[in-house]
């Protein structure tokens, strides 16, 4: 079993998931009523990414005898802006996952629960991605600036991502 606050840290991180595949999907329909559907399929396959995470802490919980507890889903906030306004906010929610995780593996290892933190390298691992691609797409955007051309070719080519 889970201690009581690596269950918690679990549960909490399962809900952050789940927000976080919302923010996306908020983004998603964002781009798509920008006329921007590559970007749009992006972010769709991003939240479906974050459902995934979330499932993979949930079979996990479950796999060391633990519960799992689901909260409410807040509701994504806010203004998107530009499309590199939009990938930015998308690159700090990335950042601010990884100090979770990376506050979740400090935890399992200060209790000396091993496999916890060889599950949580997993995500470890994953993070680094997340931020990579993110900051990829914004310099591609920094790359274009105002060039309408430029910007379909970005659009084009992520809506390209499987
Ligand atoms: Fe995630
Ligand atoms: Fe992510």
């Given at each position: ?12 991180q ?35 990414e974050?459902?995934g995470h979330?499932m993979r802490l949930?079979e996990y ?40 995780i990376?506050?979740m593996y400090?935890?399992a ?6 496999a916890t933190v060889s599950h949580l390298r997993w995500f470890i691992d994953e993070q680094v991605e997340e ?32």
């Open positions: 079993m889970l201690s009581a606050t690596l269950q918690a840290a679990f549960n909490d399962i809900n952050f998931e789940l927000a976080s595949a919302y923010v996306y999907l908020a983004m998603s329909a964002h781009f798509d009523e920008s006329s921007l559907p590559g970007c749009a399929k992006w972010m769709k396959h991003q939240a479906e974050e459902v979330a949930l919980v479950h796999d060391r005898g633990s519960s799992v507890a689901l909260g409410a889903i807040p509701a994504p906030t806010g203004d998107f802006g530009t499309p590199r306004d939009t990938f930015q906010q998308a690159l700090e929610h990335e950042q601010a996952v990884t100090a979770r990376h506050k400090e935890l290892q200060s209790e000396k629960d091993y931020e990579s691609s993110a900051g990829e797409i914004i310099a591609m955007f920094d790359l274009a600036g105002q060039n309408p051309g430029a910007l379909l070719t970005i659009d084009g080519r992520l809506g390209a991502r499987e």
